[in-house]
């Protein structure tokens, strides 16, 4: 009974060690990096990778725009544990149960057990946090992005409006001194218009005149041809 109950127990050690296995990666240290967007954007991100493994390979997980460096920040985010003060002892660091193995390390069926595989599991409360700053930073940065469109938009719309009022004085400019000079124009024809009307009736005046002082002096010579003749004929006629 209690070989059976031994073997239940490393059976079930094995089947944990080889499920730890499979989550968390052997010898996995959790890194953290400074991660630094082309747009100058900064997000802080806590990966677990093996040790020693260069910055240019580490897969930065959830960041899909372009990236600028990325920087090993681990030792300034995770700080050595200070040593305990003078008179204080150091706390002991809890005791991990392991399943126990016979004598000969063997299990019943004459296999060596697989070793428990031990690995540092991620912080999900720092990755929770790093996730709500990076979500933070991008709300801001979108933010300012708007606010910087908003304002060249705006720029442009006054540009264009202080152009389009400059166009429109231009134009009214124009405008009046065309409608000037064609008034000076207009004027200048009707002034030459009336003189050369006013010619025109003081030449037929003039005619006018002439011709009745021409039908006057030839009514004056008729009579006085007539008056002539009368007195010719009375002359002539014996007493």
């Known amino acids: 009974m209690k070989r059976k109950l031994l073997i239940g127990l490393i059976a079930a050690g094995?089947?944990?060690?080889?499920?730890?296995?499979?989550v968390v990666p052997a010898s996995a240290d959790p890194r953290t990096l400074l991660v630094t967007l082309v747009g100058g954007q900064q997000l802080t991100v806590t990966v677990d990778v093996p040790p020693g493994t260069p910055?240019?390979?580490i897969k930065i997980p959830g960041v899909t725009q372009p990236i600028a460096s990325v920087q090993d920040v681990t030792a300034k985010a995770n700080p050595a544990p200070q040593p305990p003060a003078q008179g204080q002892p150091a706390p002991a660091p809890a005791p991990t149960?392991?399943?126990?193995?016979?004598?000969?390390?063997?299990?019943a069926n004459g296999t060596t057990p697989a070793p428990t595989k031990t690995g540092n599991p991620p912080a999900k409360d720092q990755t929770s946090s790093t996730a709500t700053s990076a979500l933070e930073?991008?709300?801001?940065?979108?933010?300012?992005?708007?606010?910087?469109d908003a304002a060249k938009a705006k720029a442009v719309a006054d540009a264009k409006r202080k152009a389009k009022a400059r166009d429109a004085a231009k134009?009214?400019?124009?405008?009046?001194?065309r409608a000037k000079a064609?008034?000076?124009?207009e004027t200048k024809r009707k002034a030459k218009a009336k003189r050369e009307a006013d010619k025109r009736t003081a030449e037929a005046k003039r005619k006018a005149k002439a011709k009745r002082d021409a039908a006057a002096?030839?009514?004056?010579?008729?009579?006085?041809?007539?008056?002539?003749e009368a007195k010719a004929k009375a002359d002539a006629t014996p007493q």
């Open 137 to 148: 930073q991008a709300a801001a940065a979108a933010r300012r992005r708007r606010e910087r």
């Open 171 to 177: 134009a009214k400019t124009e405008t009046d001194a």
């Open 97 to 107: 149960p392991s399943p126990q193995a016979p004598a000969d390390g063997k299990a």
């Open 55 to 57: 910055l240019d390979q």
């Open 14 to 22: 094995t089947f944990a060690a080889t499920l730890g296995g499979s």
């Open 182 to 185: 064609k008034a000076k124009a």
């Open 217 to 228: 002096k030839a009514t004056a010579e008729a009579k006085a041809k007539a008056k002539a």
